[in-house]
């Protein structure tokens, strides 16, 4: 399998981990979704991110589901979350998903960090663990890690560490990063990837600041596909037009708490995995979440067959 470069584009899904009702890991489900995000359009996935309950696996679940997903990826690239408190696990799981096949491995970093200087370190403390021949996504979910990465510290990451090869950006409000990164590439910076998050609430317009895709779950990835391709066809309405009628799920999904449980619900609902449990502690939908999921799904189909979509 080909490891991840600054040229990579497309969409890249985070991956669910399907649980059953016990509680233990669903491998027939976690091939099924693998199959799934990769015939709805996905050019890639990511793996054991936030939204994948990575912290709720012990160190041998990771490796097992990395080595499944990877397997079953057949040579399409897949990113593996590596992200931990300290640099020795890092350092292991991502040595041993490298050697299932992994392209490369995301690391966020931990909410210790203060300064641009510590921020600095880290990554330097962080490509040394993982290995000089490791691609490495640079996670920047300041919502999530309470770290907030200046595109001036972005610019010093990228031009000592060669194998900080891509941006999983996550800030918001955080347009005007893109376009401040991009600029900076015009004046010389290195190039890097930019997968954008944020559950692609703001999709189109980060496409159109220059972001390369998607680096993000739905219950819809073929949302993801078709907005990203139409846009880098330069036809920025048709993607808008498609992107709106999915909106209010997206939105829906946004709630904090309760949005892994609206997308477990939408994919166990699509056939995509056999259960949507959340593995403890978490909680699934209400009777009526359930309901306003429902609503909302039977709209945005009434909304894309008016659209030929």
Not at 103 to 110: F, K, R, S, T
Not at 157 to 164: D, P, R, S
Not at 203 to 213: I, K, N, Q, S, V
């Amino acid at each position: 399998m080909a490891t991840l470069t600054a040229d990579a584009k497309g969409v890249f899904v985070i991956s669910v981990t399907p649980f059953q009702e016990s509680g233990a890991i669903d491998t027939q489900s976690l091939d099924r979704v693998t199959d799934f995000y990769f015939e709805k359009g996905a050019d890639g996935l990511t793996i054991l991110g936030m939204m994948g309950e990575a912290p709720k696996l012990t160190q041998a679940e990771s490796r097992a589901v990395a080595e499944r997903v990877i397997k079953r990826a057949d040579s399409k690239p897949v990113v593996v979350g590596v992200s931990a408190p300290g640099l020795a696990a890092i350092g292991e799981l991502s040595a041993a998903v490298m050697d299932m096949g992994a392209a490369g491995v995301m690391i966020a970093p931990p909410s210790s960090l203060k300064t641009d200087a510590q921020i600095l370190a880290y990554y330097r403390q962080a490509a040394q663990a993982v290995g000089p021949k490791v691609p490495i996504v640079l996670q920047d979910f300041p919502l999530a890690t309470g770290v907030h990465i200046a595109p001036s510290v972005i610019g010093q990451i990228v031009a000592e560490l060669e194998q900080v090869v891509m941006l999983k950006h996550e800030d918001w409000p955080g347009l005007e990063k893109i376009s401040a990164l991009r600029q900076a590439e015009q004046a010389g910076q290195r190039r890097l990837s930019i997968l954008c998050g944020n559950g692609a609430l703001f999709l189109p317009e980060e496409m159109a600041r220059g972001a390369d895709g998607a680096m993000t779950g739905f219950g819809y990835p073929e949302m993801l596909a078709q907005v990203v391709a139409l846009v880098g066809a330069g036809n920025r309405e048709r993607a808008q037009d498609i992107f709106d009628a999915y909106l209010p799920l997206v939105r829906y999904e946004q709630q904090p708490g309760a949005g892994l449980a609206v997308r477990k619900h939408v994919l166990a609902r699509r056939g995509a995995i056999a259960s949507a449990t959340i593995r403890a502690p978490g909680l699934g939908l209400s009777a009526a979440a359930l309901g306003e999921v429902e609503r909302l799904i039977e709209r945005q189909e009434r909304r894309l067959q008016q659209l030929g979509a």
